[in-house]
């Protein structure tokens, strides 16, 4: 698949043939924008549910200065014109949940994890949940905390951040700098260094990584060895 953090092609054009929409890192191979978003740009493929209640915003301190429970920055720039993603203070219901969802994530390695910072304010702010939609499960992975391990992932997912309130909501939540870490795999390499493991796929790992229970290659060659290494 193209850029879905595995270097699928011998010569990994897979992975180096970016669009606007995607950004070359330090290895020189392409990971998804919307995988370090700051939502400075646009919403990063971050959408709301069609069936909920209330809307995320993408919205500044500037914009939502009218509402005393809203942050009057953002996190990346701590500025009043910089951006966020933001539900209202001020519904039409007296209860509902704001779904914001990502786009689906084609599998990850055994590292990921999501990163992000969130702001809750209010007499009766309500919750606020992230949770993992694999398209067969959901998952509740978080709740009121800024980073969460996704770990290895074979199928597609989604990411959800949910805001649900009951009763006289009074509040405001918002989230921003959301990043995906260490979610893409290892390169083929031709050889690896002495404290290295080179897998199955030619990848190479820590051998500390070895027989952890974890795919950490991607082909999970550094599991199925451990009967021959033990």
């Given at each position: 698949?193209l850029?879905?953090?595995?270097?699928?092609?011998?010569?990994?054009?897979?992975?180096?043939?970016?669009?606007?929409?995607?950004?070359?890192?330090?290895?020189?191979?392409?990971?998804p924008?919307?995988?370090?978003c700051n939502?400075?740009?646009?919403?990063?493929r971050?959408?709301n549910?069609?069936?909920?209640?209330?809307?995320?915003?993408r919205?500044?301190?500037?914009?939502?200065?009218a509402?005393?429970?809203?942050?009057s920055?953002?996190?990346?720039?701590?500025?009043?014109?910089g951006?966020f993603m933001?539900?209202d203070?001020t519904?039409?219901?007296?209860s509902g949940?704001?779904?914001?969802?990502?786009?689906?994530?084609?599998?990850?390695?055994?590292?990921c994890?999501?990163e992000?910072?969130?702001?809750?304010?209010?007499?009766?702010?309500?919750?606020?949940e992230?949770?993992?939609?694999?398209?067969?499960?959901?998952?509740?992975?978080?709740?009121?905390?800024?980073?969460v391990?996704i770990?290895?992932?074979?199928?597609?997912?989604?990411?959800?951040?949910?805001?649900?309130?009951s009763?006289r909501?009074?509040?405001?939540?918002?989230?921003?700098?959301v990043?995906l870490?260490?979610c893409?795999?290892p390169?083929?390499?031709?050889?690896?260094t002495?404290?290295?493991?080179?897998?199955?796929?030619?990848?190479?790992?820590?051998?500390?990584?070895?027989?952890d229970?974890?795919?950490d290659?991607?082909?999970?060659?550094?599991?199925?060895?451990?009967?021959?290494?033990?």
């Amino acid at each position: 698949s193209l850029c879905d953090f595995r270097p699928d092609c011998g010569d990994r054009s897979d992975e180096t043939d970016c669009s606007k929409s995607y950004f070359i890192n330090d290895m020189h191979f392409c990971i998804p924008a919307d995988t370090i978003c700051n939502f400075e740009r646009d919403n990063c493929r971050w959408n709301n549910a069609p069936s909920a209640a209330m809307n995320w915003t993408r919205s500044t301190g500037a914009d939502t200065q009218a509402d005393p429970n809203s942050p009057s920055t953002d996190h990346t720039q701590q500025s009043s014109f910089g951006y966020f993603m933001y539900v209202d203070s001020t519904p039409a219901a007296s209860s509902g949940v704001a779904e914001l969802r990502s786009r689906t994530f084609n599998g990850a390695a055994a590292a990921c994890r999501v990163e992000f910072a969130f702001y809750m304010y209010g007499s009766n702010a309500g919750t606020l949940e992230l949770l993992m939609d694999t398209g067969i499960e959901t998952f509740n992975t978080w709740q009121t905390i800024g980073g969460v391990s996704i770990g290895r992932r074979r199928q597609g997912f989604q990411l959800m951040f949910r805001h649900s309130y009951s009763g006289r909501y009074s509040g405001a939540v918002a989230v921003d700098d959301v990043t995906l870490r260490g979610c893409d795999f290892p390169l083929p390499q031709q050889s690896c260094t002495a404290g290295q493991w080179q897998c199955a796929n030619r990848a190479c790992i820590e051998k500390a990584l070895l027989c952890d229970l974890s795919d950490d290659c991607g082909d999970n060659s550094d599991e199925s060895a451990c009967c021959k290494l033990h």
